[in-house]
């Protein structure tokens, strides 16, 4: 039970480390692709993920002597709660597998890469992988996954935010204003 | 207890993965992630009946509560900060949250397929995908050809090889 409100804790300290910094520098760099700005991002988040482990111990021994002064470690819903601490661990590793195999499965990157070592002088332009890639339907199939996932729906030939579509474009909104991401996509 | 749940949490992984790579090579499976989120399901059962219906007693040895106990917060942390992380990439980089949010800002009047086009640019996004490899090396540019370095050769054949492995299209 330490263990698991010491990491927490940590968890938040980044978090709010993270937010406060990018929201707090005036100078965000410019950044000429994508990747250097997950670049950018993924250090800063690293830096504050090391920076938070060095209070683990201070943190733990806190918790650890809360939990032993307090009626936590004795409350009937300890197993219910450990219970659920194994579903998340277990849900927390699929995440994991999923965002690989989807990796796998849809990451234009490695599509350009394995069509580049494919073709037949192992090199391409710009319009053969715009071919192999083909935009035009990226859009449609892109569309068609939203108003599958009941984001948006299609009225005539216009596309709709639904209620849950709304919900998420509003966080995912808040989530780039916040850590100054640009538009994105 | 906390070592009973973190080794049954990984035993349940472990089945997950095992029953993942059996369905989808036995079976035709037609919707992919439709299956795995059902089997998900199946084994968060399974994780659960697995975790009322295992003993204390054998969770309690000195050396596998030594491990779980220097683990279990090393691989939460892990999966806290990959979870922030990989949110962090999807909310940026993804292309369907990014129609989304153009069109929950158009309001009600909506966006046709024309529009959104010309909010969004998929043939930028692609360049910007191309600049991000040749930054990262593994790709290179020689007059208009783009060409894989070695670097690259290597990503491409082993994603390659996971393709096929995981019955996935592109491979060939």
């Excluded at chain 1, 482990?53 to 004795?74: T, V």
């Excluded at chain 2, 990439?89 to 966006?111: P, Q, T």
């Excluded at chain 2, 996004?125 to 894989?148: A, P, S, V």
Aim: proline letters at 1%; charged letters at 20%.
């Amino acid at each position: 039970m330490a263990q698991i409100l010491t990491v927490i804790s940590l968890f938040i300290f980044v978090i709010v480390g993270h937010w406060t910094y990018v929201s707090m520098k005036k100078n965000i760099p410019f950044f000429e692709s994508d990747g250097q700005k997950l670049l950018y991002h993924t250090k800063l988040i690293a830096f504050f993920a090391v920076l938070a482990g060095f209070f683990y111990f201070f943190l733990y021994s806190f918790f650890a002597k809360w939990c032993r002064d307090g009626m936590i470690d004795n409350d009937w819903w300890l197993d219910g709660f450990y219970a659920g601490y194994s579903l998340v661990l277990f849900y927390g590793c699929f995440f994991i597998y999923l965002s690989i195999y989807y990796m796998i499965d849809r990451s234009v990157s490695s599509k350009m890469m394995i069509e580049i070592d494919k073709s037949a002088n192992k090199k391409m332009t710009y319009n053969d992988l715009i071919a192999v890639y083909d935009v035009e339907k990226k859009y449609q199939e892109a569309l068609d996954d939203l108003v599958y996932g009941g984001l948006i729906k299609k009225t005539d030939d216009k596309y709709y935010c639904t209620y849950k579509g709304a919900i998420i474009a509003r966080l995912a909104s808040l989530f780039k204003k916040g850590l100054k991401l640009g538009r994105g996509g | 207890m906390i070592y009973k749940a973190f080794i049954v949490s990984l035993l349940s992984f472990f089945c997950f993965c095992i029953f993942h790579i059996i369905i989808f090579h036995k079976l035709n499976i037609k919707h992919k992630f439709r299956t795995i989120f059902s089997l998900v399901a199946l084994i968060t059962v399974f994780d659960l009946l697995l975790y009322f219906s295992l003993t204390d007693i054998f969770f309690s040895q000195y050396a596998l509560s030594k491990f779980v106990f220097f683990s279990n917060p090393i691989l939460l942390y892990l999966l806290c900060l990959y979870f922030y992380h990989h949110f962090m990439i999807i909310i940026d980089r993804s292309v369907s949250i990014r129609m989304a949010v153009d069109i929950f800002f158009s309001g009600n009047r909506g966006l046709t397929i024309e529009e959104i086009k010309q909010e969004y640019d998929l043939y930028e996004k692609l360049r910007d995908e191309l600049r991000d490899m040749t930054f990262i090396g593994r790709i290179k540019k020689e007059g208009e050809f783009y060409q894989n370095t070695d670097k690259g050769l290597q990503h491409a054949r082993v994603f390659k090889f996971l393709k096929r492995f995981l019955h996935l299209k592109g491979a060939d």
